[in-house]
């Protein structure tokens, strides 16, 4: 007998979009552009993140099983699998990155800076951390949505409206009001090339809309999708572009991007004489980073589940466990993060400037993933297969059309190294990313046809 399964309600998986997509780690290095910002968040918006919202809101509506389910249907199994393969290995390089920020800014919050230069430290957290998020995955049911939806909410959502109230405060008290801001034009200058890489980066800042429409069918309402990808939408927004600008109000331009947002909040505690809700902040922001991991970890390994299913991979990748979980992959997942962790120990001084730059590059690969959505969406809707019934987005075709215009400019600027990379030699950047990306992706070729010549 089938264990019984919890069902998902729209607020957890409200939350569960919200932080899967929005976060406050990355806010300072946009508060430093002041008014600018604003435009810099509305314009990748406008042509990507809107059309990723309402073509997901559609699929969603007419088709279980998230990416791949929609691509499979709009362009064959094959096509299918690629799409989920480059969502999940993209995760895969990008899990021990954040893990390695969430162990730097605990060890921050207690006062032990000297262990962000541990390689052994950011290890153990690395490890322990992710696979705690594995066994919670593992349990099933809605368990993993209750956590990652009250560390969301803690470590994203309160933070976020908090600063939002401090920010308020900082005007009516007449406090100083940092040059970042007050000096700063409304409008962005694209005098250079640089200038549109802001505008390309925010882009993927926006990504992740589609992730957890695969656990649609949990829902005790599962017709009230579209209004998850409603309150998302409206909240990511939100929390990009608020706490930016009370950001630029408060820090000076030569902050520190790394922490700026606990240096924001200690500043205005500091202010208000409430000094030690600082570190307290601090570790909200922490469990924020934590819940973005098991939001992440769940959805992407569950669609890959459909595609084995489907006899896209090898048996082992079928592998559920008693509670109906993904186990086999999720298992993969676990060895693969431990041996990446397992660089912070061996190069403790490159590896984060490693991960980095491998990150920046797999990122052409989940872009693509998006390309391949896009025209999915559109070729449905022309053989009238979505839109029948419950959601449709309005003028699909321009949508999608204008989101594959701009995930082809994100993809071009994965190619070109961002200002001030060191690392790699400019001449030869183009030609190492594109090793990265068919490093990254042949593995999905090799394992497709594993499965089929059996």
Known sequence: MKPQRSLITVSQMSIMTIITIAGLRGLPAMAVMGWQSIILYLLPAVVFFVPSALV?????????????????????????????????????????????????????????????????????????VFWWAVWLALKGGNLFAKVASAAGLVGTIIPACLLLILGAAWLLTGQHISTTLTHSSPLPTFTNFASFALIVQNVLAFAGMEVNAVHAQQMDHPKRYTRVVGIAFVSALAIFIVPTLILAMVLPRNVNLSDGTVIAFQTMFSTFHIGFMGNVVAFAIVFGAIASIISWISGPSLGLLEAAKDGCLPDYFKKTNANGAQSGILMIMGVLVTLLAMLYIIFPKSV???????????????????????????NLRRQ???????????????????????????????????????????????????????????????????????
């Open 384 to 454: 009238h297969k979505t839109g029948n019934s419950g959601y449709r987005a309005p003028a699909l075709y321009v949508m999608a059309g204008v989101g594959i215009v701009a995930c082809v400019c994100a993809f071009v600027m994965t190619f070109v190294p961002a200002a001030g990379q060191t690392g790699i030699p400019t001449s030869l950047y183009p030609v190492i990313t594109g090793l990265v990306v068919a490093a990254l992706a042949i593995p999905s070729v090799a394992l497709f046809h594993i499965a089929h010549d059996k």
């Open 352 to 378: 984060s400037m490693v991960f980095s730059l491998l990150i920046g590059m797999a990122v052409a690969l989940y872009v693509m993933m998006y390309i391949l959505m896009f025209v999915a969406a559109i």
């Open 56 to 128: 997901s809101a559609e699929l969603g509506a007419t088709y279980e099983g998230g990416i791949y389910q929609w691509v499979k249907e709009g362009l064959g199994k094959r096509f299918g699998f690629l799409a989920i393969w480059m969502q999940w290995i993209h995760n895969v390089v990008w899990y021990p990155a954040q893990l390695a920020f969430v162990a730097a800014a605990a060890a921050s919050a207690v006062g032990l800076n000297r262990l962000t230069d541990s390689g052994v430290y950011i290890t153990a957290v690395i490890i322990v």
